[in-house]
């Protein structure tokens, strides 16, 4: 039966993907999606985007996705934009290009990404939305920016749909711990933080199984864990408390 897969932020450690979707075991059937930042911060942030954009697999945009476009606006480097992007991971991405090419190949991909994915269950999105505002109220900016205000909700935005999201590193949510997955009112956030040396899970989420795979880039761990014992639940009162954590991912 088919399952659809959904993995958390990359940040270039492709070779973990690989080692990751191996526990996974695809079958053609199956439906992957991305929740967007395949690139900065790791070192094969070009073979990620290769990886997706060839095998045809859904994702949306990150918040690094936009740093790297906004670097690039028309084709040239807008030098503000670029020292930020560098600033933010992206030298890791330029040194994984052998040619300007290439770069620009993938950026013309990433141009055409969509800001979220509306699959009927489950609705899909890089850092979440706002929930003062309604659908056609969202800009880009809370599709892959968004962190408290999301997160500190406490109700569902949607009555009838699961948002599954990244960009926040779970372990910086209060009440969770790392390598685990977060749990609010209505969301689940799945980035691990593969890059960060606090935590190095890469995180894979079979909804229609109910388990998640995890694979560890620093120390090479490999653990599959029903959903139930995974995730853990956002104290949401202590959210506001948490600034001192905040790690820009």
Same mark, same amino acid.
């Given at each position: ?26 079958? /053609? ?8 930042? /395949? ?22 945009? +990150? ?5 790297? *476009? ?23 991405? *330029? ?23 509306? /699959? ?9 939305? $706002? ?17 408290? +205000? ?49 935590? +190095?899970? *890469? ?15 620093? $120390? ?27 790690? $820009?991912?």
């Amino acid at each position: 039966m088919p399952r659809r897969i959904f993995i958390g932020d990359i940040h270039g450690h492709y070779d973990g993907l690989m080692r990751l979707l191996e526990a996974v075991d695809l079958n /053609l059937q199956d439906e992957v999606y991305f929740v967007g930042d /395949l690139i900065d911060r790791g070192p094969q942030s070009r073979q990620v985007v290769n990886y997706v954009r060839d095998n045809g697999y859904r994702c949306v945009m +990150g918040n690094h996705e936009q740093l790297l *476009l906004e670097a690039f606006p028309n084709g040239e480097a807008h030098m503000p934009a670029f020292q930020g992007w560098l600033y933010s991971g992206g030298q890791s991405t *330029l040194s994984s290009y052998t040619s300007v090419d290439d770069l620009f190949d993938h950026v013309h991909w990433i141009q055409d990404l969509p800001l979220y994915m509306d /699959l009927g269950d489950i609705w899909l999105v890089h850092a979440g939305l $706002n929930p003062q505002r309604t659908l056609e109220e969202q800009t880009s900016h809370e599709y892959c920016w968004i962190r408290d +205000g999301f997160h500190s909700h406490k109700q569902p935005y949607f009555p009838d749909k699961l948002i599954i999201t990244g960009h926040t590193i779970t372990f910086t949510l209060p009440g969770v711990e790392p390598g685990e997955i977060a749990r609010g009112p209505g969301w689940l956030d799945i980035d691990t933080g593969a890059y960060h040396p606090k935590s +190095g899970w *890469l995180t894979a989420l079979d909804m229609d199984g109910s388990m998640v795979y995890q694979f560890n880039v620093f $120390n090479n761990m490999l653990r599959i864990r029903p959903i139930h014992d995974a995730a853990a639940t956002v104290e949401q009162h202590k959210i506001k408390q948490r600034s001192s954590q905040l790690v $820009n991912s």
